[in-house]
């Protein structure tokens, strides 16, 4: 069903400005410049690069390393005039063989054959992060772009308010004329006259209000936006009624489906596992090369007054800790319990979201029908009443009276079309969908 009685007070609004921005225009705009949305694509770089820091420690390591000491502490200066040749067996007096210095340069290289496979779950659990992040990317854009529409909505919204303004204003000038005639024709009194003057000046202080309403909308939109609220610009469309209908059902296995917050705690229990797998490496053995080349003086740094090198394995395994293995190994498997118990809320919680979201549609649906109906009862009100007081038969308070009502049904009609609109992307948001989905609010 479409709805054409907006035709009969809603047109386009342009308020200095020749440009009409489109809700496509406005979303896009804000994707690329909300500053939460910012935030959030940096944290993803972050992750990102926690990654490769998480394979790195799978490759091997090479340090360049100088080292100065000088000692007169008998073992340590001893090894010193061994490491450059130096050391008299006949002529030194081991208790007391006087301070030595000495320069020592070279390489150390560290290889990693196997921790458990604790290296290699850490790059697990950081490509976890990395998603888990993307998840949360997807939610703020969700955000985003619902907080654009409401806004963009508003700004529709406003712009008709000014529009029924505006007829409030030509109404009130028509009474005010059809006043004067009815009382030249001496079928009226002064004070209808008067009475109409000064209904006409109400409905002009409410087009005043309606316009700086307006100017809030378009700059709470730019906000929306990621933009300074400064400026002029004017907003492309009006409010408009299309047919939707929705299966809650549904709907609510869509949003399970669908919402990022879901999908970033399935992320979050998968982590929860490889914490569990973590807390088990610990009951493995830990296996390493390393390497050593160096250089030493004991005159100047990078002199080579002797070399030497060493290579080999190492291996250990943790056989007592006081029990710090188990503990960790029975957190990581409560944590498990408590993600899932995390999960199972935010489930319910979706399904009433989506549930009230529904309602709230099921409700601004009947809304325009009643607001609808109502509109036209008031317009054909008001066009019986008009005739009567031409013929001097109603009065002037009950003819702005009348108009009152049309008025007010006139508002209510675009108020009702409002929240029409607001509850169709509010089901989409709930959903998780509305990034997507948002173009057919306006198409």
Do not use: C
């Amino acid at each position: 069903m479409k709805i054409r009685l907006l035709s009969v007070f809603l047109s386009i609004l342009s308020f200095g400005s020749s440009y009409a921005l489109t809700l496509e225009e406005a979303v896009k705009t804000a994707l690329e410049k909300n500053n939460l949305l910012r935030v959030k694509r940096i944290e993803v770089k972050e992750k990102f690069y926690d990654v490769k820091s998480a394979k790195a420690r799978l490759l091997p390591s090479l340090e360049l390393y100088t080292e100065y000491n000088k000692t007169t502490d008998p073992p340590y200066a001893i090894m010193n005039r061994m490491e450059v040749k130096k050391l008299d067996m006949m002529g030194t007096n081991f208790n007391d063989p006087a301070k030595y210095q000495l320069f020592k340069t070279g390489l150390k290289a560290k290889v990693p054959i196997w921790y458990g496979g604790k290296l290699r779950i850490a790059v697990d659990l950081a490509e976890k992060e990395l998603k888990a992040t993307e998840e949360q990317v997807k939610k703020s854009k969700n955000q985003v772009v619902f907080d654009v529409v409401k806004a963009y909505y508003g700004v529709l919204t406003a712009k008709a308010f000014v529009e029924t303004a505006q007829l409030a204003v030509r109404d009130a000038e028509k009474h005010l004329r059809d006043a004067k005639t009815v009382y030249r024709a001496g079928l009226g009194l002064k004070s209808d006259v008067l009475r109409a003057k000064v209904y006409l000046e109400q409905m002009e202080e409410n087009l005043v209000k309606a316009k700086s309403n307006y100017e809030i909308a378009l700059r709470a939109l730019k906000v929306a936006m990621g933009e300074f609220p400064k400026g002029s610009t004017s907003v492309d469309g009006d409010l408009t009624y299309r047919e939707y209908s929705f299966n809650l059902d549904d709907l609510i296995e869509r949003a399970l489906k669908n919402r990022p917050e879901l999908k970033e705690l399935e992320v979050r229990l998968e982590q929860t596992e490889d914490m569990e797998r973590m807390a088990k490496a610990d009951f493995l053995p830990h296996v390493g090369a390393f390497g050593n080349l160096f250089m030493a003086d004991d005159t100047a740094p990078w002199n080579k007054e002797n070399s030497s090198w060493a290579f080999g394995f190492s291996a250990s395994l943790n056989l007592f800790s006081g029990g710090q293995k188990f503990y960790r190994l029975r957190k990581s498997r409560i944590s498990q319990l408590k993600v899932k118990e995390f999960k199972e809320r935010a489930e319910k919680g979706i399904a009433f979201e989506v549930s009230q979201a529904y309602y709230h549609f099921i409700s601004a649906k009947k809304r325009v029908d009643l607001a609808r109906a109502a509109l036209e009862s008031a317009q054909e009100s008001l066009r019986i009443v008009e005739k009567r007081y031409r013929n001097g038969v109603a009065n002037i308070t009950e003819l702005l009276d009348t108009q009152t009502a049309l008025n007010r049904a006139r508002s209510a009609f675009v108020a009702a079309l409002s929240a029409y609109s607001l509850a169709v992307a509010e089901i989409y948001y709930s959903t998780g969908e509305l990034p997507s989905k948002y173009t057919e609010l306006v198409n």
